[in-house]
């Protein structure tokens, strides 16, 4: 069993020889751009991959612009949390990895998620009052998350439940109302998306073709095709990406094209798949009509107007 962000007497040269590789990729990587580093006399951390994006976008579509602005400032609270955040310990004996991927079964465990509770209580607060500041979340939730922001106990279940899923977190005595289970969503992501950094570079997903996340069972937020024309869906929980259909859907598993309807954004870069089946759509940037790879912190927001053409058309997100 090999155990990733600890060091072991009994460790080989070729375990010791990758695990600096990742401390070293760990330390270059800043999320979905990491060729983004600043050059090395720039003063302070690196700004999040992505903020220079989302300033492009703001420019080209100011209607946009409160949007991209909330987004800016969510995505600096994740970044500079993430950037404290320590590698998961993570138990990748191959028989395991194997038989989980065969099952179905998402990889990672709650408790091996690498949570400093109070980095997650100031990401709490922080994003509340990022959000209050855009009026993007009412009087009542935002006095909830500022209890939970000091209360370590309730937090820990209620992101245990976020966590198991929609069905654990009704099955609370209180279920939160959505607003704040998203809000525990993005205080949980840097440490999320670390784990999708560490993991993504140890196992291959490859034969994992299921419409949820391999890793934390997350639903995928985006999809992008790649310039070989492969389609990738990207997990709005953990960020982490894995080969899916090109175009069956992710939620009912619908492959029939004849219900499935797709268009396009008139510049071709976004694309938006509504299935017949559920009525619910999934939206993808296609990377062969683009100059970057998919940024989900920008491209679900670019994207704002597709998922408004998906809801006059009866499709849900
Ligand atoms: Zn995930
Ligand atoms: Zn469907």
């Not at 998203?182 to 999320?192: K, T």
């Not at 920008?298 to 408004?308: F, G, M, N, Q």
Request: proline content about 8%; hydrophobic content about 40%.
């Amino acid at each position: 069993m090999t155990k990733f962000g600890e060091d072991s007497p009994g460790e080989s040269n070729t375990e010791r020889d990758r695990l600096a590789q990742i401390r070293r990729l760990d330390r270059s990587s800043l999320g979905d751009a990491p060729d983004d580093d600043p050059p090395p006399t720039r003063r302070g951390p690196a700004p999040a991959p992505g903020i220079a994006e989302l300033v492009e976008l703001k420019a080209a579509s100011p209607d946009l612009a409160s949007a991209v602005d909330l987004q800016i400032e969510l995505l600096t609270i994740e970044h500079r949390i993430q950037a404290r955040v320590s590698l998961p310990t993570l138990d990748l004996d191959a028989d395991t990895v194997a038989v989980a991927l065969a099952r179905g079964l998402p990889l990672l465990r709650f408790e091996q998620i690498p949570l400093d509770w109070s980095d997650v209580r100031l990401a709490v607060r922080e994003i509340a009052d990022a959000l209050r500041r855009h009026d993007a979340i009412d009087a009542d939730d935002y006095a909830t998350a500022q209890i939970l922001s000091h209360r370590g106990h309730d937090l820990e279940s209620l992101a245990a439940a976020w966590y198991a899923g929609p069905a654990a977190l009704a099955r609370l005595d209180a279920p939160p109302p959505e607003m704040l289970a998203e809000l525990i969503g993005l205080a949980l992501r840097p440490s999320l998306r670390r784990c999708a950094d560490a993991f993504g570079r140890a196992v291959d997903w490859s034969s994992w073709r299921r419409g949820r996340c391999p890793l934390c069972g997350g639903e995928p937020e985006l999809a992008t095709i790649t310039p070989d024309a492969q389609r990738l869906l990207i997990c709005g929980r953990c960020h982490a990406r894995w080969p899916f259909h090109d175009y069956a859907c992710p939620h009912c598993d619908n492959a029939d094209k004849a219900r499935i309807t797709s268009f396009a954004s008139r510049d071709g870069r976004y694309r938006l798949y509504g299935c017949d089946g559920c009525r619910r759509y999934l939206k993808a940037y296609d990377a062969r009509q683009g100059t970057r790879p998919a940024l989900v912190h920008v491209d679900s927001i670019a994207t704002l107007p597709l998922d408004a053409a998906a809801l006059q058309r009866g499709y849900q997100a």
